[in-house]
């Protein structure tokens, strides 16, 4: 890591100050780094004063006042009516923009809050330039760097994460943010900003699914009158995919055999006689061999439950 690139105490903002933003700028102020929040509601900025911390509303550092290092935008992210909201991101990329305008020197911009593939680049780096006159890549720059939190212990996982993901959109901007985290004990794994704003999609839906999975299952067997709570705990143990992390991660295409296809089909088939709901395992099934399909595979390899 160059010398040139890392930055000595920087001053950080964090715009945003809701679970993720306030875990993240308190536990970078027991880290002894300087920070400040930006945004919320009156009420929210009056406690964080009240507790020792710099904040500042959100009209407020506009008129060349606004000397940080580090930027991390923390906005939420909502869906509503079936589809993501960007406008507080863009809002805040839009006033970042105008804030850093006047700002001399080279300024880092983090993407923390969860958003599509290719947000950062196309919508946060170019409301930015257009509002700041600024290019990325030379005045500034932009890292994505997800967030793992759990909602109840969001300050605990923030102190002791047990990995930080920073997309990068170029070297130094990588290099800038992997400074900031080298008092954590803890990985630190870089990549594109693409990558890691799906990688965080990726955390989440594998563990929708996984819950949704196990909740389908525990439905059967109380319809059954089986325990499934022991069943899980056992499967916990037996099943690979449970406590092999590389299990299923690799591109070896879809699942072959002579268990998993014979096995899903007949439990499908077992569920439906008996009319208990079973979507979840369906759409396997179906997913399963419109990508053998697509591959070419033999037939007679893959594709189980001809009606489907």
Known sequence: MSK???????????????????????VFTLHDYDVTF????PDKVEKLRSEGFKAFPKDELFNGDYTFDITFLTVPTPTQ????????????????????????SYHLVVVKSTVPPGTSENLVIKTIEKYSGKKVGIDF????????????????????????VIGQYDKKSGEILSALYRKFDCPVVTCSLQEAEMQKYVHNLYNAVKITFFNEMRHIGKNIGADAEKIFKLTAISAEGMWNPKYGIKDFGPFQGSCL?????????????????????RSVIQVNNKHAKQLGLDKSNYEIGSRL
């Open 4 to 26: 040139k690139t890392i930055l000595i105490n920087p001053k950080i903002c964090i715009v945003g100050p809701g679970i993720v933003g306030q875990a993240t700028g308190k």
């Open 38 to 41: 930006l945004g919320g509601s």
């Open 81 to 104: 009516n079936g589809k993501i909201s960007l406008e507080a991101i863009k809002s805040a990329a839009t006033d970042l923009g105008r804030r850093i305008k006047k700002l001399k």
């Open 261 to 281: 296809p014979k096995d899903t089909q007949a439990f499908l088939e077992w569920a439906e006689n008996k009319e208990l709901d079973i979507d979840l395992l």
């Open 141 to 164: 720059g932009c890292c994505m760097n997800p967030e793992y939190l759990r909602e109840k212990t969001a300050f605990e996982d923030t102190l002791q994460p047990w990995i930080v």
